[in-house]
């Protein structure tokens, strides 16, 4: 993966904010949310082809209705005119909740559980988007699929990003925004 992004730290109004539209079922709260995705990448654009959220666990899916990954992609692609595709990349497994495990239990969990369904990202540039990037695993677990497939490039942007001590895998999670103070809270 070329990098991951996030708007905001995930706490206060944007947690609220993030827990309504994943479990609540706000699903109108996801445009104005975009917008905070629209400023990333306002400040530094990213030589991309297409948005692609990362896919929902179906049964998920099915229990929400929708992809808040995928809403919040849509409002992206609407403000810098790419277009978003959600049917590219799908998960090949249902998976865990990562918010119940570890760090290295989160790379295992999602180790090899997304595949591309054919070759229609060959040669492209991707950015892949999703709601909250914790390890960096879900987007990477993705980026990967997306390469084996042909992708060019992938990227990562996320609407919050939590803080976490160093990782136990040694690698730098966040290579374009190691610095704490990338991740403003929103009001």
Do not use: H
């Amino acid at each position: 993966m070329e990098g991951i992004r996030a708007a905001a730290r995930y706490a206060d109004s944007l947690r609220a904010a993030i827990l309504r539209i994943k479990f609540s079922g706000w699903q109108a709260v996801a445009e104005p949310l975009s917008d905070y995705l629209w400023q990333v990448w306002q400040r530094d654009p990213l030589p991309v082809d297409i948005l692609m959220p990362v896919p929902s666990d179906k049964a998920r899916l099915r229990a929400r209705g929708y992809n808040q990954s995928a809403l919040l992609a849509r409002g992206l692609a609407r403000r810098i005119g790419k277009p978003v595709w959600e049917e590219a990349l799908e998960r090949t497994r249902p998976t865990a909740r990562q918010v119940e495990l570890t760090s290295v239990q989160r790379w295992q969990n999602i180790n090899e559980a997304f595949r591309c369904r054919d070759g229609s990202v060959l040669g492209k540039a991707i950015l892949l988007v999703d709601d909250i990037c914790t390890t960096g695993a879900t987007l990477e677990a993705c980026a990967a699929a997306l390469r084996a497939g042909g992708a060019r490039a992938v990227w990562g942007i996320a609407l919050a990003r939590t803080a976490l001590p160093p990782l136990d895998r040694g690698d730098a999670l966040l290579p374009d925004a190691d610095d704490a103070g990338e991740f403003p809270d929103v009001p």
